[in-house]
């Protein structure tokens, strides 16, 4: 029995570390380089007028797709590439990253929240292009207010909602830091690169994981501000987070460096999903 279950463990790790399970995280990179790139096209919208009515989020690249022609194939072709996202970061989560450190608990359960975070987006993806519109296209402000709503009715609430705001900012701190110190130069095979790419490459992750930690952290600040005030409405997701920017006493051009970070991240997805150490 012991032999057999080793014998299955070993061939579920060389199907973990397959070119398929290889192929669909590279795939992935390009699918979350899309989404970024067409929140910060949307943001970009948003510094000047009011963006059309369109949301800067998730949902609001997902319904840009659906309207372009053959839109609905391309959303058929993300959500699978999302889902090749998630089937890798469960093999991390099971396996280990690469890396010398790779095996360690905490980085095996960030890969897991990974994997159930791009499965849920792959599904939302999925489910709109097979014909559920209000699947993966709702507005993340309404999400965030019925959720902060619902957490602020339960015992102990506004402390719930305050920890999860604050871990939110945390988040994004770390993000920015993270970015700021280049970690991301860890993961990707930076001396296959032309010293150009490189440049360019370290330029991107610089500004647009800064951009991305800023946003985050500025949703998390006010999921906080929810909870003292134990108000919902103050609670916001990620389009209204951006538009607050547009609204700061540097005007809409905090948002236009915030946008071209976004999108920066974007094309650092993409340079992921070249040189990514897998």
Do not use: C
């Amino acid at each position: 029995m012991t032999t057999g279950s080793a014998a299955a463990r070993d061939q579920a790790r060389r199907a973990a570390n397959s070119k398929a399970v290889a192929a669909g995280a590279r795939a992935g990179f390009v699918a979350r380089g899309i989404i970024y790139v067409l929140i910060g096209v949307l943001s970009l919208r948003i510094s000047f007028s009011d963006g059309g009515g369109k949301q800067a989020d998730r949902g609001g690249a997902i319904a840009e797709i659906a309207g372009k022609p053959f839109g609905a194939a391309l959303l058929w072709l993300l959500g699978a590439a999302l889902a090749g996202m998630a089937l890798w970061r469960l093999s991390e989560a099971a396996f280990g990253q690469t890396g010398p450190d790779g095996k360690k608990a905490h980085k095996r359960a960030m890969a897991a929240g990974r994997a159930v975070f791009y499965g849920f987006v792959s599904y939302s993806v999925l489910s709109y292009a097979a014909g559920n519109k209000s699947s993966g296209s709702g507005s993340s402000d309404e999400d965030s207010r019925d959720v902060t709503a619902k957490a602020l009715d339960w015992p102990a609430g506004q402390w719930i909602v305050a920890v999860a705001g604050v871990a939110v900012a945390a988040a994004g701190v770390w993000m920015a830091v993270r970015a700021l110190r280049r970690t991301f130069q860890e993961h990707l095979r930076m001396s296959a690169m032309s010293p150009k790419v490189r440049q360019t490459v370290t330029v991107l992750g610089v500004f647009g994981g800064t951009a991305r930690g800023v946003v985050f952290a500025v949703a998390g600040g006010f999921a906080v501000t929810a909870a003292v005030q134990h108000n919902p409405g103050k609670a916001k997701g990620m389009d209204d987070t951006l538009r607050s920017f547009a609204d700061s006493p540097a005007g809409p051009w905090l948002l236009v460096v915030i946008a071209l970070g976004l999108m920066a991240y974007g094309a650092l997805s993409w340079a992921g999903a070249r040189w990514r150490k897998l």
